[in-house]
């Protein structure tokens, strides 16, 4: 009976929001009209707000869990209007604190020792509080300042609730809401799901942090806090307290004497850092969690906070990515298609010449305007919305980076209005992409997978000999995939000088890397025996041969 009555409740108030009519054409825009007479006319100030702010309002008065639905929600552009996302992407996860005696318990809990012997002072105000937890401010014994973040009282048992009623409401949207193909609401609860999991686990929070720490320790741009782990469980996370200037306060930063041309081009570099170079990027980075540090003026920097929602691609998927960066700089749209297809991202089947034309479609008004007017992050989101008409298939971290990138974007531009994106971005990705591929970025990686392959090494001979053998006698099963096909077929277009070209390519690469294995003698370059690298240069000559030539 209770989740019947909770159904009812939200109904109302998307009456009482006058949200009724984003429910239009769907089966239960009549049960709507029924409700209707019995629920009371918005008030004025409410009804003359655009769309967007009345949804916000109305998440807002239904609970700490719908405001973390429209947050996550917010980040999905690719299914909602650009309006109705802009909105949600305001909304505040502001609850009243709970009592700090309580807090208080549940830290000498997960402590195993008192408060006052853990810190020389703890705050029993809350400095902030939200849906999940709430932070209070404290000093360790040796006198640093510190942050002490705490979950909630019961969290998990509510979450738990929480997520059971959306559930429910997603199968209900299935069957009575808008197309569910587009709206995709098991999808979006799915991953409501995976974010709240996160940030209930504060030590994977802390995690976060110490990783990014160490991918920015010394860093002109990007400050992180330390984590002390030995006041951190899962439930309690101590970290070093900063101080700075929320991003988006121009009118305090300008005060400070910051240079916000400078600060705007490292928030954009400092972006391509962690995706790229790092693999490992903040996924929240609204101006509450991203601050400027005041006291660097003339060299300013970053400082970021709150690291229970961060990203990371499959390399597979980065490597596409910078190469469709690539080829955007260089509007090179065929490229774009072929990127799009070799990644997986698109069908096989598909006609390259149409999905060229597609990107060709969203890119070329881009490259009307001034460079300084054009923000990659739209183009990236167009280029999503445009690839579900040829059936789309793309992962949810690209969405999560896509949605950062135009945070950033968005906040370069409010820093210098007049910030040239694509030549602040550009020479970046490609100083990375150029550390990533260089001699020493592959002898790195050969000596990390060395071991593994030495140790496979022995088996190769029978497994040889086991194949030779089936083969011989007519028992060799051949077993292949539509990937494999495709494949297969690739093959065949390219023909048969591109195959000798990488069994070549690979086989001196193997020689080259157990000749810096067993490290063999003569002369050496860099460190590595001369001989490995005239194997290992002649293995990338060979596969850079075997590459299939692009289409122009």
């Known amino acids: 009976m209770r989740l019947p009555l909770r159904i009812l409740g939200i109904l109302r108030v998307l009456l009482r929001y006058r949200l009724d009519a984003l429910l239009d054409d769907t089966p239960l825009a009549r049960w709507l009209s029924i409700l209707k007479p019995f629920v009371p006319r918005a008030r004025r100030d409410i009804a003359e707000l655009s769309r967007g702010a009345r949804l916000k309002l109305a998440l807002q008065d239904l609970g700490p869990i719908f405001v973390k639905f429209g947050q996550i929600l917010s980040t999905r552009r690719d299914l909602l209007p650009p309006d109705i996302a802009d909105e949600l992407s305001f909304l505040q996860d502001q609850v009243a604190p709970f009592p700090g005696e309580e807090a208080k318990a549940l830290i000498e809990a997960e402590l195993e020792q008192p408060v006052s012997k853990a810190y020389a002072r703890f705050d029993m105000q809350p400095l902030a509080s939200a849906s999940i937890a709430q932070v209070h401010a404290a000093e360790l014994p040796d006198g640093r300042d510190v942050v002490v973040k705490v979950l909630r009282p019961r969290v998990h048992e509510r979450i738990k609730d929480d997520l059971s009623l959306l559930r429910a409401l997603a199968k209900l949207a299935e069957k009575v809401g808008p197309d569910p193909t587009l709206t995709r609401p098991a999808e979006i609860v799915a991953e409501i799901e995976r974010s709240l999991t996160h940030e209930l686990d504060l030590q994977r929070e802390g995690a976060n942090a110490s990783l990014l720490r160490r991918n920015f320790l010394g860093s002109d ?18 970290m070093e307290r900063v101080r700075g200037i929320s991003s988006d306060d121009i009118e305090a930063i300008d005060a400070a004497g910051i240079d916000r041309k400078k600060l705007a081009a490292k ?127 793309i992962q949810p971290q690209l969405i999560l980076l896509q949605k950062t990138l135009l945070n950033i974007e968005g906040l370069g531009r409010l820093l210098d209005p007049d910030i040239d994106i694509w030549a602040t971005a550009k020479p970046v990705l490609a100083d990375i992409l150029r550390q990533k591929r260089s001699p020493q970025a592959v002898a790195k990686m050969i000596r990390e997978r060395m071991p593994s392959w030495l140790a496979a090494a022995p088996d190769m001979p ?91």
């Not at 029978?462 to 093959?491: E, F, I, M, N, P």
């Not at 390219?494 to 810096?516: D, K, M, P």
């Open 221 to 238: 741009d990007l400050y992180v806090p330390e984590v002390f782990w030995s006041h951190s469980t899962e439930k309690v996370l101590t």
């Open 267 to 393: 928030g954009v570099q400092v972006f391509y850092q962690q995706v790229f170079r790092d693999n490992f990027f903040h996924a929240d980075a609204h101006p509450g969690n991203i601050w400027v540090d005041a006291t660097r003026p003339e060299n300013p920097r970053f400082i970021a906070l709150d690291f229970g929602i961060m990203g990371s691609l499959p390399d597979v998927d980065r490597y596409y990515l910078a190469e469709n960066f690539t080829a955007m700089f260089e509007q090179n749209y065929r490229r774009i298609a072929e990127l799009h297809i070799e990644a997986g991202w698109m069908p096989a089947t598909l006609r390259l010449d149409e999905l060229e034309a597609a990107v060709r479609t969203v890119c070329e008004p881009y490259f009307t305007r001034p460079l300084s007017q054009i923000a990659l992050g739209e183009v990236l989101l167009k280029l999503f919305k445009v690839s579900r008409q040829f059936q789309l298939t």
């Open 462 to 552: 029978q497994l040889l000999h086991d194949y030779l053998k089936q083969a011989t006698t007519g028992t060799a099963h051949l077993r292949l995939s539509s990937d494999d096909l495709k494949r297969l077929a690739d093959v065949s277009h390219t023909g048969q000088r591109q195959t000798v070209f990488a069994i070549l390519g690979v086989g001196l690469l193997i020689v080259a890397s157990v000749l810096y294995g067993l490290e063999a003698g003569g002369p050496s370059l860099l460190g590595l025996p001369a001989a490995a690298w005239i194997a290992g240069i002649g293995g990338i000559g060979a596969l850079i041969a075997a590459w299939p030539r692009s289409g122009r």
